[in-house]
């Protein structure tokens, strides 16, 4: 310690401030080396602020002694990862941001005297909040706001009027929202009104752009989703090849090319047949009527008359009979009657077209040895069975049909596009996940070396050279001064060797210091 502050006492007022400096600055680089490492990750927790909501997001944050930074002119609150979702709920309790729209708890403040008008447009205010809310949670969606028209009830419905809805988007930039996307919103806000019809949803963008289709596109809105489930069927037939014919040939080694239109005419096809060797009695009548009559009786009526001894006795008319028979009979011709809907998005025919790389062996060079350059390597086709096989594998890979005229070309071209190494691909994606995995690790971890460095090759050689001897100077032997000329013209006519020796021998220690730092400095001049 003794030596070290003797060192730096030796050194000039320059010297010290130089040490002291750089000595600050090295202490002070490791702290702020360790807080940059432990520094917490910051995500955006809300962004696209307006002023008044930034400000009451602020307050509450300050409250609760959360960690928070505001960025790009106070749009922006960035919180620490590991809090952001527990801050959002904590937010969205208490109604912030407001500047999507207020909800359904606005009905948690009630007061006296409310009237049924007020509770409706608060009912409404409420919906277009809660609906811009959801709607803002898509990852396109950077600001939404929602406006409802909900007539009053009629009592006829002739005289009611439909509930219209329309949306307005703010889109992020680079992330238009597909047609899809927008038919869902167009659901969601039909779904979440009573009465609202999806026909009279409009969805505009910030920049007046009509996103949502009305009944006048349906048709271009079928075709556009027609074309879609065609590729979708092409893709997942192009897979099934591709994934087969890569565990046979291997990767890179072939190219498939589906084209599959498909059938979307919806026919209804209705059957009537009649079948008249098939024949059934459909009702049945039958009549029959016997009558007998006889003879006029002559006599005086009593009881006499009416016996028929005395009727045979006293003669008269011969008797009569009449017979009457009717049959009907109804036959039903058997019939049959079919109901018939084929079925839409039927394939109507396949048309597959394969390419297959062939196989490559090695060239034979002048000295009758194989060359080892890929390049030089000589293109062979493969077999005709082979190919013959690839065809009869791809025919049960997508369903061939011949009555349905599909059609499948299998051909063995030479390739002309290197194939990708395995062991680069491997190495990249591991690279890959090792960062994904590990990356937060690393980070402090990197700063701790750097510290350590600083302290080694910066703290270090200035200790180093403090601690380290300085090279004294040389003591002239305590004498006094010459008392006379005479005296001192005695003392300098010695030569200078003579007095280095005079000196050396005075004071070795001193004169072997000397020495080493003479070779030192010549050392360093040669260097």
Do not use: C
């Amino acid at each position: 310690m003794d030596s070290l502050l003797g060192n730096f006492q030796a050194l000039t007022l320059t010297q010290r401030i130089g040490v002291v400096v750089v000595l600050a600055l090295a202490l002070a680089t490791i702290p702020m080396l360790m807080l940059v490492g432990k520094a917490p990750e910051l995500v955006v927790l809300f962004s696209q602020l307006n002023p008044d909501d930034t400000r009451a997001i602020i307050q509450e944050l300050g409250k609760q002694g959360a960690v928070y930074e505001v960025g790009e002119g106070g749009n922006t609150i960035k919180v620490p990862a590991e809090r952001v979702h527990e801050l959002r709920l904590q937010l969205a309790s208490l109604g912030l941001p407001e500047s999507a729209g207020v909800g359904f708890e606005i009905f948690d403040r009630t007061g006296l005297g409310v009237t049924p008008f007020t509770q409706q447009m608060n009912y409404r205010r409420a919906l277009q909040g809660e609906l811009a809310r959801t709607i803002g949670q898509l990852s396109q969606v950077e600001r939404v706001r929602v406006h409802l028209v909900m007539p009053e009830k009629r009592l006829f419905a002739t005289e009611q009027k439909p509930a219209q809805a329309a949306v307005v988007l703010t889109l992020k930039r680079g992330a238009p929202l597909g047609g899809t996307q927008v038919q869902g919103i167009v659901h969601l806000v039909a779904s979440s009104v009573e009465g609202l019809e999806p026909n009279q949803v409009t969805v505009v963008d910030n920049h007046g752009q009509v996103l949502s289709q009305n009944s006048a596109d349906s048709d271009a809105q079928l075709t556009a989703s027609q074309i879609e489930t065609q590729r979708r069927v092409e893709r997942d037939l192009e897979q099934r090849v591709q994934t087969m014919l890569d565990q046979v040939l291997g990767r890179d080694k072939s190219v498939i090319r589906v084209t599959a239109p498909l059938e979307f005419r919806q026919v209804e096809i209705t059957e009537e047949s009649f079948d008249p060797n098939s024949q059934v009695v459909r009702s049945e009548n039958r009549s029959q009527e016997k009558v007998v009559e006889a003879g006029s009786t002559q006599g005086v009526p009593g009881v006499r008359t009416n016996v028929p001894n005395d009727l045979q006795a006293s003669g008269g008319g011969r008797p009569k009979e009449a017979k009457r028979k009717n049959e009907t009979l109804n036959y039903e011709v058997n019939r049959k009657v079919s109901k018939i809907i084929e079925p839409t998005g039927a394939i109507k025919r396949l048309s597959v077209a394969v390419l297959v790389d062939g196989t490559y062996e090695a060239a034979q060079g002048a000295e009758g040895k194989a060359a080892e350059d890929t390049a030089e390597k000589k293109y062979v086709p493969r077999p005709e069975q082979e190919i013959q096989n690839l065809v009869q594998i791809v025919k049960k890979a997508v369903g061939f049909s011949e009555e349905r005229g599909d059609q499948i070309e299998v051909i063995n071209v030479p390739f002309e596009s290197p194939t990708i190494l395995e062991g680069e691909e491997s190495l990249t994606a591991g690279v890959q996940s090792f960062l994904a995995s590990w990356g937060g690790f690393l980070k402090p971890i990197l700063f701790f070396l750097l510290g350590v460095m600083v302290l080694w090759f910066v703290v270090r050689p200035i200790a180093l050279n403090l601690t380290k001897a300085t090279a004294g100077g040389v003591v002239l032997p305590q004498k006094g001064l010459p008392a006379t000329v005479t005296q001192y013209e005695a003392e300098i006519s010695e030569t200078p060797q003579e007095q280095a020796i005079k000196l050396a021998a005075d004071n070795p220690a001193s004169a072997a210091q000397v020495i080493r730092t003479w070779i030192k400095e010549e050392q360093g001049e040669k260097a």
